[in-house]
């Protein structure tokens, strides 16, 4: 992993009711969507609600494993990683 990015694992709950983190599991964070994963709508909220959440542009976000599936594995690359660690510890907090 390079010195400017942060790998994250995610699990997508496409079809949701409430956008957003629902919580985590174990060392993933759990995400539901309203988008359904037909043709990608699902990832593309995904890159887009994660992008807005760390302020960073969706350009800056990869799927690098699990476009498929449910769990996911996405790459952030910034120029300030910890900045982004810390947003998305943040954001993984129960609320």
Known sequence: MADDEVTIEVTA??????????GTSGERLVVGIHSGPQKGKANDELIAYL??????????LLIVRGATSRRKTIRIVTHEPAKAAARLRQIGRPK
Not at 13 to 22: L, Q
Not at 51 to 60: D, I, W
């Open 51 to 60: 992008a807005g959440e760390l302020r960073v542009p969706r350009s800056a």
């Open 13 to 22: 709950r496409p079809g949701a009711s409430r956008r957003g983190v629902i």
